[in-house]
């Protein structure tokens, strides 16, 4: 799939789950930023290695020409510009949306919303695994031919694509769990609930539990 195919037919759907995930966790609104923060730094990261790959020639991105069925003339317009960025910096913008919502905030918050109860096997498994599933992916993706990234150096590309993960997810995850470890699930008070939770269905504090 083309990066500009995924921003309009993908994208939408992508931060539609992503909104319902945030209402089943229902995080602090002070946590909930700072999974954003830390998804960001991941989806940076990631952006830089590959900025850094394609000029060590360990990989590179090939992008076509845009051949949007029934589009219109502005979905035509904005496939060409985000071309024409991607072919500037070499890299697939819109392809970031993934690491920074859903391997970045929303594992990060999952990560949070099940680490203090009787699911924290959970959170370990996510913790270790969520970089080891996006290690795994990608080496397999480029050595099939399933993605836009064509490596030539495999050597090097294969360790880079180790060391981009482990210290991207890793880097965002201490940012985030700086603040998030302080504020965890059940001792949030309902001020710090987000707006759209109703009272009702915020979970109990530890002051009301005892």
């Given at each position: 799939m083309e990066a500009y195919e995924f921003l309009f037919y993908v994208a939408p759907l992508l931060i539609l789950f992503y909104a319902g995930s945030?209402?089943?966790?229902?995080?602090?609104k002070q946590v909930f930023g700072m999974s954003l923060l830390g998804g960001l730094v991941l989806g940076i990261i990631n952006l830089l290695v590959d900025i850094v790959a394609y000029n060590a020639h360990w990989w590179q991105y090939s992008?076509?020409?845009?051949?949007?069925?029934k589009s219109t003339h502005l979905q035509i317009t904005l496939a060409n510009t985000v071309i024409g960025i991607m072919n500037a910096v070499h890299a697939p913008l819109p392809l970031y949306i993934t690491p920074i919502l859903i391997?970045?905030?929303l594992i990060f918050l999952l990560i949070w919303r099940?680490?203090?109860?009787?699911?924290?096997?959970l959170s370990w498994l996510l913790l270790i695994g969520t970089p080891l599933f996006c290690i795994a992916r990608d080496i397999l993706d480029a050595v099939l031919h399933n993605s836009l990234q064509t490596w030539e150096n495999v050597p090097l590309a294969i360790v880079g694509t180790i060391f981009l993960w482990l210290i991207a997810f890793y880097a965002g995850?201490?940012?985030?769990?700086r603040t998030a470890s302080k504020r965890p699930y059940t001792e949030y008070t309902a001020e710090d609930a987000?707006?759209?939770?109703?009272?009702?269905?915020?979970?109990?504090?530890?002051h009301e539990i005892s």
């Open positions: 945030i209402l089943f966790i229902r995080p602090t992008f076509r020409q845009v051949s949007l069925d391997y970045g905030s099940f680490w203090a109860g009787r699911l924290r096997w995850f201490t940012i985030f769990w987000l707006p759209w939770h109703p009272a009702e269905q915020r979970p109990t504090t530890s």
